[in-house]
């Protein structure tokens, strides 16, 4: 109990205080844990000073009502002021339940611990010390089970990966396969292109001669086979020039023929000589009058001649 002071003020606090305390614990023993835990909330405010038994008391009505964070705060500060080795053991005694409804069991096995070391022969804290190991170990269990579980699931994603890593790469290299056979594809084409083309060039060229070949009708026909038959002449002409010189390179005693040719005609080596250069000098203008002629010809003919 509570004594009075001196003072006015004193007394009128002491009173107070008082009065909360026993609405407080009739509220305990009637189970309204909600109108004790205010009530001891105001008397703790009209004195501080109030033995920890109080705050004890305060957080078992947390405790009671549910309200696991604030019975957690009242039961760790009332254990610095505690002198009883009973109360100390109960206010450990809730921080293991405390830690059970967390389903933190190796917390609460450490305050059960703390419990039966103030006072050992506290059967509740020893049961329920009991209890938290058993659920630790099934806890652990359960976490060695998911993780077993869990390695065999890695694996098969660490499969799929790989399998699609190998689906990329020969993807990667499906596409540059497929472009190299569609350059050699052009390439051919362009090949088979190139050879069409020379064919079909060489198939008018070809035409072209033939063409050339055949006999033209009408006026410019027979023009052109007069032309070609005096060409063929003058070629004849050349040809036989071109080998009586030959022939006298490489036959010294056919040019001594000659000779005795012009000996026996009565002719000497320079009649010979003016007489070839006459000859060549009407063959001269025999075929400037033919190119001249053929002009004319054009000009009074029935077309051009190409």
Request: hydrophobic share 20%; glycine share 6%.
């Amino acid at each position: 109990m509570l004594t009075a002071t001196a003072s006015g003020d004193g007394f009128n606090t002491i009173a107070k205080t008082n009065s909360l305390l026993k609405k407080a614990e009739k509220a305990m023993k009637e189970k309204s844990f909600r109108i004790a835990s205010k009530t001891y909330e105001e008397a703790l405010k009209e004195n501080p000073d109030l033995p920890a038994q109080t705050r004890l008391n305060l957080a078992h009505a947390y405790f009671e009502n549910g309200q696991n964070r604030l019975a957690q705060k009242n039961y760790l500060s009332s254990l610095n002021g505690l002198s009883s080795v009973t109360q100390k053991s109960n206010a450990c005694l809730q921080l293991g339940n405390l830690s059970i409804r967390e389903k933190d069991y190796k917390s609460a096995l450490n305050w059960y611990q703390k419990s039966l070391l103030h006072q050992p022969d506290n059967t509740t804290a020893r049961r329920n010390f009991e209890m938290a190991w058993k659920l630790n170990k099934e806890k652990e269990e359960e976490n060695e089970k998911e993780k077993k579980n869990q390695s065999p699931e890695r694996n098969s994603g660490n499969e799929n990966q790989q399998n699609q890593q190998q689906k990329d790469q020969s993807k990667g290299q499906s596409e540059p396969e497929q472009n190299k056979s569609n350059r050699n594809q052009n390439g051919k084409g362009r090949d088979s292109s190139q050879q069409e083309n020379q064919k079909s060039e060489g198939k008018e060229r070809t035409k072209d001669k033939e063409e050339s070949k055949k006999p033209e009708t009408g006026k410019r026909g027979e023009e052109k086979q007069e032309e070609g038959k005096e060409e063929e002449k003058d070629e004849a002409g050349k040809e036989s020039r071109k080998k009586t010189n030959e022939s006298r390179e490489e036959d010294p005693d056919s040019y001594r023929m000659d000779k005795k040719k012009l000996k026996e005609s009565g002719l000497n080596e320079e009649q010979a000589k003016n007489m070839l250069k006459a000859m060549r000098q009407s063959e001269v203008k025999y075929l400037q009058q033919r190119q001249f002629k053929g002009k004319n010809n054009t000009k009074s003919g029935s077309g051009p001649r190409w």
